[in-house]
């Protein structure tokens, strides 16, 4: 079970990097593709050598990667008002964790620091929704892409964000499950998180 | 209950939650687009009530002059027309009351003319395919251009008010065809092999694209063709302006038979 999910983690990725190949001028493409390097780099570390903390510096540049992205993702997304706020979101969270980390040390995971993320997500995926109420573009709900990129972070976030708020607790206290939060819903969230933004990407196309 | 117990719990909850909130915002959306359809075909049917309304008001003005004309105007002037001809017998000067009742006899044509454009005798007795007919004959006549009728199949009998939209619209269309187009010759095709009355007008004039005729309805400046549209909306009609072929080109006009016609 568990070598399965490790595999969908790299596959489902890369599988949707294939999906509408020409939709690659979106940006959620390049996020995909990043994400799917990260992992495939995270496995391959662990088969040959073992788990290796190392890794987690490639981990937080993917953070780094993410947020950007996400940011630019809905800053193009919305109008001009909270486009602005988004940006400004974006750049002073980047800037925060770059600082963290380097404070810190880059080869640890920064949890907090993931949870505040986490949050910034389900708040903008919330305006994401409320945005969709307001422009009513689609009679179909489900046949716009913004719906399942939006979707797909909404449930990411929601579900990650007391993982990573209660990572380092749960790990000194209940190191077992801690892995099972991770092994079981961390990961289903986040292939799921792949699967989603794949639809949506398929979608761009016949829209 | 421990922290951790709450935690794990807390997250079941999030996850949850988080996909109740996405059924929601597919259920209420799809609730709020229907509302909105709904809103917008009552809207629609409020429209076309208000355009039956002033059409029926337009044809009632129009049956009411065509009857004065042909029947007042019309029966005055006749009998000015005797009058001058017993004055023919009996006067000297013949020249003048020639002249003068020949006048009269073109005046009384015109009346006739004008009537029965306004409102066409044979439509109502005798239907459609009777009425093109003495449309082509009429066309034939002025020499506009060369006109030929086809029907390939029994043309039936639709309800008075269809029939008298239909025909206003081929006599737009007409109109239009001879003013703009230019044909030589005009080629009227009758068919309703299924449930539909098709009407093909054919002509070797200028073509006239669709989505012209899309642009001119979009932009309001068609009167013309704004009257054609909002008569078809009436009879739930299609009209298609097909691309020229060998020189020909068509306009596609297809009428419901059983819809309900009001």
Redesign the interface.
């Known amino acids: 079970m568990d070598s399965l999910l490790d595999l969908l983690s790299i596959l489902v990725p890369l599988l949707v990097c294939l999906v509408n190949i020409r939709s690659r001028k979106h940006v959620l493409w390049y996020y995909v593709l990043f994400g799917s390097i990260i992992e495939c780099s995270i496995l391959t570390s662990k088969i040959l050598f073992g788990e290796n903390n190392g890794l987690n510096i490639l981990a937080n540049i993917f953070i780094l990667i993410e947020l950007i992205t996400i940011g630019c993702f809905y800053s193009i997304k919305f109008n001009n008002v909270w486009k602005k706020t988004i940006l400004i979101l974006t750049a002073t969270a980047s800037l925060i964790f770059v600082y963290d980390c380097i404070k810190s040390q880059l080869a640890e995971i920064n949890t907090i620091a993931l949870s505040c993320l986490s949050l910034l997500y389900l708040l903008v995926s919330t305006i994401g ?1 409320l945005r ?2 307001r422009n ?1 573009s689609h ?4 046949s716009s892409s913004f ?1 399942w990129f939006n ?1 797909a972070f ?2 990411y976030a ?2 990650s ?3 990573f708020l ?1 990572a380092d ?2 790990m000194k ?2 190191q077992q ?1 801690f892995y099972y ?1 991770w092994q079981y ?1 961390y990961k289903i ?1 986040n292939i799921a998180r792949y699967a989603l933004i794949g639809i949506g990407l398929g979608r761009l196309k016949r829209q | 209950m421990n922290l951790t117990t709450l935690i794990v719990i807390s997250i079941a909850s999030m996850l949850l939650m988080s996909l109740i909130v996405v059924l929601f915002v597919v259920l209420y959306q799809r609730r709020i687009i229907r509302h909105e359809l709904d809103l917008k075909s009552i809207a629609e049917k409020k429209q076309l009530e208000v355009l039956q309304a002033s059409l029926q008001a337009e044809e009632g003005e129009r049956h009411r002059i065509a009857s004065e004309l042909h029947d007042d105007l019309g029966a005055t002037l006749s009998a000015t027309r005797l009058l001058i001809h017993h004055e023919e017998q009996l006067s000297a000067d013949h020249e003048i009351l020639q002249k003068a009742g020949s006048l009269v006899d073109e005046s009384i044509q015109k009346i006739r003319s004008i009537s029965h454009n306004l409102q066409p005798p044979t439509l109502e007795k005798l239907g459609l395919l009777s009425s093109i007919t003495e449309l082509h004959n009429t066309l034939n006549k002025s020499k506009s251009a060369v006109v030929t009728i086809t029907t390939t199949s029994q043309i039936p009998r639709l309800d008075p008010h269809s029939e008298l939209h239909v025909y206003r619209i081929i006599q737009e269309l007409i109109t239009n065809l001879l003013k703009h187009s230019k044909p030589k010759s005009i080629h009227f095709q009758l068919a309703a092999p299924t449930s539909e009355l098709q009407i093909t007008i054919k002509h070797d004039g200028h073509p006239f694209h669709q989505k012209d005729y899309l642009l001119l309805l979009e932009t309001g400046s068609g009167i013309g063709l704004k009257h054609i549209d909002n008569r078809l909306k009436f009879v739930q009609g299609n009209l298609f302006f097909d691309r020229p072929r060998h020189g020909m080109s068509s306009i596609n006009l297809s009428i419901p038979i059983y819809s309900k016609m009001k």
Do not use: A, C, G, H
């Open positions: 929704y969709m109420f009513m009679k179909y709900i489900e719906f979707t909404f449930i929601s579900s964000l007391l993982i209660f607790y749960l206290e209940n499950l939060l819903i969230v």
